[in-house]
């Protein structure tokens, strides 16, 4: 958990930023972006505003001031804002998936430092920036997953300026859980003498640490196009830079450009780009209605994979999973887990319903056949099915889990993502952490995570969402389990595995009754 996070609520933060600079008001104005080309003002959808000049209010404060909480001109969360005179520290980019085009970036007060950086989302603003652009923005204060952003209701390009040199710090200050990174997110920084301890953390991150040091440090791929980097396990830097960032419970340095990494292995005139591969790929689609496989929809290196949006038919796929509510409270939607009969990797998928059209048979079981009309959604990380029509055609057995172990599965193995949405079976484990807590609410819901005797490193967690286990309650740090079966899941950047049911769980004779 960040240091702060009990002085933190989640929301959207608005932001106006003037040479570090921002000014603090209550009016509720609205805002707009000024065209650099033209210097007209613009609103979100680009018309000009009627009084065609800035909606600033009141003084300027600094982004350290927004940033820093024993600040005494720390303005209240949600307060209108104006900051002016900033840089923008990284290219445009879409804040996520479901961005119509890109609307968020970062800005750094020229001086740099703790508490220099932070984040702008600028949702239906018209964006023409580049690093080294000067900026002033208007909006509002606020917090999105502990995460201090600017949503911004104005953008206005006033020049053109230096980024401050990346501040130094130790790779143990910044890395998740030391309260000293809170100082540095949305900064520019620099970490020395590294070494790519874990390759693959998924999405394109790895891992770095320091010789002689066990702490790790998340290097993220958020703008990996510009840096043109395929991490490989022992790879050498003098220096990794970047801004830190804070997203998914974990901070992660962000380089923005192939010179963020200093290696005197490496070069980046000769680097070939290598993007990231996104869980599914866009393609082309095929007819509307035409009948896919699971599999081309979760494997991306098929010739044939289909991507998110088409819209298409699965059918005869068996039901693996009881139906159970997912989403936030007061608005959970239905949803469960489905397989292609056959089996097999890739051949699991999560279904979500969130239409009230569709309608989910109260009686839907494991081992009911379904034909589904829909189209498939890559949510942070995990592919979702949502159906737009959904029938029972029949019944059969359930697909046998397939046998894997912790290692094949867990968060940053490179075949866990062949397993989303499967079967799967454990045989021989036991729990190494008995409360594993909600990376959200930092609640205990009975999540624990498992281990191999083979193999005490690589780590499982077990979650708790479906089956509602007994063995929740009673859950012991080196409990034996004979057999552990369910779905496998991923949230939270996470892969877990989902009992489905308490018969899903089997301890070992060992295991005393409790």
Not at 469 to 497: C, H, K, N, P, W
Request: include cysteine; charge should be negative; glycine fraction near 10%.
């Amino acid at each position: 958990m960040k240091p702060i996070d009990l002085m933190k609520s989640f929301g959207w933060l608005i932001l106006g930023v003037s040479l570090g600079l921002v000014s603090v008001g209550c009016d509720g104005r609205g805002g707009a972006v000024v065209d650099p080309g033209t210097g007209n003002p613009q609103t979100p959808g680009g018309g000009q505003t009627p009084d065609g000049g800035n909606k600033t209010t009141g003084p300027a404060i600094r982004i350290q001031d927004i940033q820093d909480l024993t600040s005494p001109q720390h303005p209240a969360e949600n307060s209108e804002v104006f900051v002016s005179g900033v840089i923008v520290s990284t290219v445009v980019d879409k804040a996520s998936t479901k961005s119509a085009k890109p609307d968020s970036f970062f800005v750094t007060a020229p001086e740099g430092g703790k508490y220099s950086g932070v984040y702008i989302y600028a949702k239906g603003l018209v964006l023409d920036l580049a690093p080294g652009d000067v900026v002033d923005i208007s909006g509002n204060t606020a917090e999105y997953y502990a995460n201090t952003q600017i949503v911004a209701t104005q953008v206005t390009k006033t020049g053109t300026g230096s980024l401050p040199a990346p501040a130094v710090v130790p790779l143990a200050d910044i890395r998740t859980g030391n309260s000293l990174a809170e100082e540095y997110e949305g900064c520019l920084v620099r970490i020395e003498n590294v070494v790519v301890s874990t390759a693959d953390l998924l999405h394109g991150d790895y891992g770095v640490k320091q010789a002689g040091s066990d702490e790790e440090m998340i290097i993220g791929s958020r703008y990996g196009a510009r840096v043109q980097y395929k991490p490989a396990k022992g790879d050498t830097f003098t220096s990794i830079s970047g801004v830190l960032d804070y997203s998914f419970e974990n901070f992660r340095i962000q380089p923005t450009q192939c010179q963020d990494l200093a290696s005197p292995t490496r070069s980046c005139a000769s680097t070939p780009a290598t993007p990231v591969t996104p869980a599914t790929p866009v393609t082309g689609c095929p007819a509307d209605g035409t009948s896919v496989q699971i599999a081309q929809l979760q494997d991306a290196s098929r010739a044939d994979t289909v991507g998110p949006s088409c819209k298409v038919k699965l059918d005869r796929v068996v039901v693996t999973s009881p139906v159970f509510q997912t989403g936030s409270k007061g608005k959970e939607k239905p949803a469960f887990f489905a397989q292609a009969a056959k089996g097999g990797p890739w051949t699991g998928i999560f279904v979500y319903v969130p239409s009230a059209s569709v309608t989910v048979p109260a009686d839907l079981k494991p081992g009911q056949l379904l034909t589904m009309e829909g189209s498939t959604k890559d949510y942070y990380g995990k592919l979702e099915f949502i159906p737009t029509s959904l029938a029972v055609v029949g019944e059969g057995p359930v697909p046998a889990p397939i046998e894997v172990t912790p290692a094949q599965v867990r968060t940053g193995s490179p075949t866990a993502r062949s397993y989303e949405g499967m079967l799967v079976q454990l045989t021989d484990v036991k729990v190494q952490t008995a409360n594993v807590l909600d990376p959200k609410t930092k609640k205990d819901l009975g999540q624990f995570s498992v281990v191999s005797a083979e193999d005490a490193v690589s780590e499982l967690i077990v979650g708790n969402q479906i089956g509602k286990l007994d063995y929740a309650s009673r859950r012991t740090q080196g409990d034996e389990i004979s057999t552990l079966s369910g779905v496998m899941d991923y949230s939270f950047s996470e892969y877990r595995l989902e009992p489905r049911s308490n018969e899903d769980l089997k301890l070992s004779d060992q295991v005393p009754p409790r």
